[in-house]
């Protein structure tokens, strides 16, 4: 790293560093100098450092460097005192920073070497004296001299950790631990020399010259083995983590396959890991068990129906008897793996309780592994803590209570007592390792459901295999064949409605219909709360609708409120549903849902009602839909195939009802490109189509399905986004930027400027109706210049070149 381009801190800091060494260093020459003659034997002590430096030893996982004249520098501190010592250490420190095996010198770091230790050396070498107090008895310098390595190794290492870690961009702490820790033990063995070198020095001065041969042979063999040792720990530790990255993969392939429980299996890590701990266990191999097997837990649900995994409401029977399979599937998988502690096992038995009445064995109480007794009790508490398919998430409280009622049936009642009295140690740490982790971006395109999923279970009941058929239902198939291509879908279906209810019982019906690939809305609505089901815009392949349009299958018995997350309060009262998809040529083209407000409504009997008559209407909706689909070409733009500002003015006011009723926010991003004019004039109106069209892919796979884009004027479009405050449209707009510097370049041949800007205003704060909230973006793109566009909360500016 060149000087330029270190951190401003770390610049400061070689500074001072070399304006302390520099004063000791011209201190140290003036006291060697003044203090008589120069001893001969410090100068042939101070040559024979030097020679050692050709012959120093790099470690590059440590960054590194070690010689032998470390020894012959502590030992001319012990002999000679602190000036020589000084003058020996900065000579011999300058000399390595120059001369040895370093890939490439840098000026600034020879002074800061230099000068760190030259403080260094004045520190130990004080210390020293200061104890020593003179005395040349070994008993009398034993103690000073392990002080003297303690503060060498502690200053040195410390100093220069702090440069490295501000030029890295690491934590002072971590780094120093991981980098200049394992180095420790090379220092007792290089004072164990420097002190045979001062006894032996007694006998003659030049004694320690004469055997130096001999001590470099000796020391040359510990560092070569020393090495071998301290690489090949490393090349063990990356092996290890590259192998917890790879079991870490392999739950990311459970978290995609279970689309509903992102951020399900981190947490239960950390659970798993926080209770074993409370509860005393220390050895290694079992929380790395732990650990492991909490991350694999659900690897089995590999080997099960997608339809089953994400299915709102309660599974039936067999569904359920076929999800059980997981445990059993998931130690197969993993015997296979052949680890070398007992994952496979706890995998195995997670699922089995304390009373003997779980899965797959039907194993009682202690004969459970500690183990997997931990993993049911943390993947247990996150499934009923945080939302599923078949259920919203609840209160820590409530959460809590239910598993004390489970606590020595199902669970181990120690394990529940310790993990209640720290629940909120462990929550903590759970939701940080999850909120942590991005969200894969692949998930987001779960929300377009593969088209091709066989539907064959899901077999539409036929009239002639009804018995009783209503006389009513006969009309129903009269009236839809004769009317199918003569009533658009406003017409059509509250006839369809009101002739439902005089078939099936329920307080409120809705026809869901695709509203494109990935979202449905209720193109009708009636009975109870009818007003509020037709502002309800839901995810396909999410609650109940969304999951019987996704897979093709009907859901009865199931909870209503699981189609209406943000008015739980409206239908809490609702107790039964019953949904089916309308196929036409085995594309799903929506549901018919009913929904009453007494439990147990629906049985098998309603559901073969609706089931045909879902299939009456098939015709007669989709007919209507292409004609509607026909009229609605002239309101996307041609260039973009986005909505045009009108469709905003429509479905916008929808959306800032619902917030309102909600207490909810929504934000509205303002995208302009500011030289499009400038860029159609130099380069054609086809390079300025492309550019919008480009833009315009990039916007799309940025937004969720219940988002709202649309092209607005000749250089803008907007986008309106429910739920999201001020914060996550601000992340929103920064991954546009990335994504149009990134994408927008394809296809183009010229090199183009973009002058691109995004504005950000919030509802109700900004304006309470779309284009009050439109108005405020515009005037912040307006009132903020490009310089300072970066500084400004609502506005982002960015200028990728493509």
């Known amino acids: 790293m060149n000087w330029a381009e270190l951190p401003h801190k770390l610049k400061a800091y070689i500074v001072v560093m070399a304006s302390l060494a520099l004063p000791v260093l011209s201190w140290a020459v003036w006291e060697l100098f003044n203090s008589g003659p120069i001893n001969l034997v410090w100068l042939v002590f101070a040559a024979t450092a030097l020679i050692t430096v050709p012959y120093s030893h790099l470690f590059p996982s ?31 420190i300058f000399c390595i920073s120059v001369f040895a095996k370093i890939p490439k010198v840098y000026t600034y770091r020879v002074i800061f070497n230099t000068a760190t230790n030259i403080c260094c050396a004045l520190i130990y070498s004080s210390i020293y004296e200061a104890l020593v107090k003179g005395s040349n008895e070994f008993k009398d310098i034993l103690i000073p001299a392990i002080v003297l390595v303690a503060v060498y190794f502690l200053t040195n290492s410390i100093l220069t950790s702090i440069a490295i870690a ?63 040792g301290m690489e090949a720990e490393k090349h063990l530790k990356e092996q290890e983590q590259l192998y917890m990255r790879t079991v870490e993969s392999l739950a990311l392939a459970v978290d995609a396959k279970d689309q509903t429980t992102y951020g399900h299996i981190r947490r239960v890590r950390v659970y798993a890991k926080g209770l074993a701990q409370l509860l005393g266990l220390n050895n290694p191999i079992e929380l790395k068990a732990i650990e492991i097997g909490s991350l694999l837990h659900d690897i089995g649900k590999l080997a099960i129906d997608d339809y089953i995994l994400n299915k709102p409401g309660r599974l039936s029977k067999q569904e359920f008897e076929k999800i059980k399979i997981h445990a059993a599937a998931g130690d197969e998988i993993l015997q296979h793996v052949q680890f070398p502690f007992p994952v496979a096992q706890y995998v195995r038995y997670h699922h089995e309780r304390w009373d003997g009445l779980g899965y797959p064995d039907g194993l009682k109480g202690e004969e459970i592994p500690l183990g997997a007794r931990i993993l049911a009790v943390a993947d247990a508490f996150d499934a009923i803590r945080f939302s599923r398919p078949y259920k919203l998430a609840i209160p820590m409280d409530e959460a809590l209570e239910l598993l004390r009622a489970q606590s020595g049936t199902i669970y181990d009642p120690k394990l529940i007592q310790l993990f209640v009295d720290n629940i909120e140690q462990l929550e903590r740490a759970a939701l940080r390792e999850s909120q942590n982790v991005p969200e894969p971006s ?18 539409v009941a036929d009239l002639a295999c009804l018995h009783n058929v209503p006389s009513e239902l006969i009309s129903l198939s009269e009236f839809c064949s004769s009317m199918v291509g003569n009533l658009d879908l406003d017409d059509a279906l509250p006839i369809l409605s009101s ?26 609505a009636s009975g109870v709360f009818s007003e509020l089901i037709r502002q309800n815009l839901m995810s396909i392949g999410k609650g109940i609708s969304g999951w019987a349009t996704a897979y093709k299958r009907p859901m009865i018995n199931a909870s209503p409120v699981l189609d209406f997350p943000y ?34 409504t629906y049985g098998p009997y309603e559901l073969n009602i609706l089931q045909a008559l879902a299939a009456l209407t098939a015709p007669l909706i989709s007919e209507s839909l292409k004609q509607r689909y026909a009229s609605s070409e002239e309101v996307l733009d041609p260039t973009t195939r986005l909505h045009r500002i009108s469709y905003l003015e429509t479905i916008g006011s929808q959306l800032i009802s619902l917030a309102a009723k909600n207490r909810s926010p929504v934000s509205l991003l303002y995208i302009e490109i500011r030289n499009l004019n400038q860029i159609i004039r130099l380069y054609g109106a086809n390079s300025g189509n492309l550019v919008l069209k480009r833009v315009a892919e990039c916007i799309k796979p940025e937004l969720r399905a219940t ?26 707009a920064q991954r546009l930027k ?17 002058d691109c800007q995004v504005s950000i205003a919030s509802y109700p704060r900004d304006g309470i109706t779309v284009f009050a909230l439109l108005q405020s973006a515009q005037k912040y793109i307006k009132a903020t210049s490009q310089e300072i566009a970066s500084q400004d909360g609502n506005v982002v500016g960015f200028t990728p070149r493509f």
């Open 499 to 524: 002739r439902l209810k005089r078939i099936l019982p329920y307080d409120a019906c809705a026809f869901y219909l695709k509203d494109g690939d990935e979202c449905l809305r209720a193109a009708h």
């Open 707 to 732: 988002d709202i884009s649309v092209r607005f004027g000749q250089h803008g479009f907007v986008a309106l986004l429910p739920g999201v405050n001020d914060d996550q449209a601000l992340h929103c």
């Open 738 to 754: 990335n994504q149009i510097k990134a994408q927008v370049s394809i296809g183009l041949t010229q090199s183009v400027l973009i």
């Open 62 to 92: 440590y960054n590194a460097t070690i010689t032998i004249g470390d020894t012959y520098i502590m030992a001319i501190a012990m002999m000679f005192g602190t000036a020589p010592c000084v003058i020996a250490m900065a000579c011999y």
């Open 166 to 228: 501000w030029a890295s961009g690491e934590k002072v702490l971590k780094f120093w631990a991981k980098s200049c820790m394992p180095l420790a033990v090379e220092y007792p063995f290089s004072l164990s020399l420097a002190l045979l070198m001062v006894f032996i020095s007694k006998t003659n001065e030049y004694l320690p010259l004469v055997l130096s041969p001999f001590i470099y042979v000796g020391w040359g063999w510990y560092k070569a083995n020393k090495a071998r």
């Open 567 to 600: 008015a739980i309060s409206d239908f809490s009262s609702f107790g039964d549903a019953l949904v089916v998809p309308i196929m036409q040529e085995d594309e799903s083209l929506g549901t018919i849902s009913l929904y009453a407000k007494q439990a147990q």
């Open 442 to 459: 692949f998930r987001k395109y779960f929300e377009t459901v593969n088209r091709e999923i066989s539907a064959a279970d899901n077999s």
